[in-house]
């Protein structure tokens, strides 16, 4: 499987004010995806992110408020844009494996005051 | 669309004790699922897959899952816990399609007692 890290692995950041999320991975995938877990909850999908095109976005995620970047086939960010408190979350990326299953990095612990 | 059904939020158990974390999926196609783990402050990992073949999984640490058709469901167990197994666990399913995408259950947290 593949080695997927983030950065950074925590933050603290201030209501109206955007955090961007990296996610690199130790070699080639075709897809992305983006999560987000709300303190005590199950992992909701945000958008899909393939290279060389637009990410897609899930019921309820706008690329406004969640922009995506995929410059190439080991690189995604994540901003998280005019944030407020309710936007507190970890937020995990995940990349494809070869039978449906998808393997995670260790997430971005976002606290918003 | 595909959906799973996670029946428990939480197990405490007390160590060496066998347990179950529940698992149902309601699908009228080919199934896939999965169970992840999530231990306190970390990301997933993948615990066990089925994706064809034998109806029982098995992983590294002594979990083991069983697909169940005429029961749709796909329950995680261990025969002997240990405190170190204490987290959160996620079943999974893929929704099809193109894009791979993971429908998450709720997670059921297991504490695992001296």
């Known amino acids: 499987s593949a080695v997927i890290s983030q950065k950074p692995s925590r933050d603290i950041c201030q209501r109206g004010t955007s955090l961007t999320i990296q996610c690199q991975v130790d070699s080639q995938v075709t897809m992305m995806f983006w999560y987000r877990q709300q303190p005590g909850q199950s992992l909701t999908l945000i958008a899909t992110a393939n290279q060389g095109s637009e990410a897609t976005y899930e019921s309820g995620f706008v690329i406004d408020k969640f922009p995506i970047s995929r410059p190439n086939l080991t690189f995604s960010t994540l901003t998280v844009s005019n944030m407020s408190p309710e936007d507190s979350s970890i937020y995990l990326c995940?990349?494809?494996?070869?039978?449906?299953?998808?393997?995670f990095g260790p997430g971005t612990r976002l606290t918003v005051t | 669309a595909q959906s799973v059904t996670q029946l428990d939020s939480q197990v405490p158990v007390f160590e060496e004790a066998p347990v179950e974390l529940r698992c149902n999926y309601s699908s009228s196609v080919s199934v896939y699922l999965f169970w992840y783990v999530q231990y306190p402050n970390q990301g997933l990992q993948l615990l066990l897959k089925?994706?064809?073949?034998?109806?029982l999984v098995e992983s590294i640490n002594g979990f083991e899952a069983e697909f169940n058709k005429s029961q749709t469901s796909f329950h995680l167990r261990k025969p002997s816990v240990h405190i170190s197994d204490t987290a959160e666990y996620f079943c999974?399913?893929?929704?099809?399609?193109?894009?791979?995408?993971?429908?998450f259950g709720k997670g059921t947290l297991l504490t695992v007692n001296p």
């Open positions: 995940s990349v494809a494996g070869t039978g449906y299953e998808q393997y």
């Open positions: 089925y994706l064809s073949g034998s109806t």
């Open positions: 999974a399913d893929p929704s099809g399609g193109s894009n791979y995408k993971l429908t």
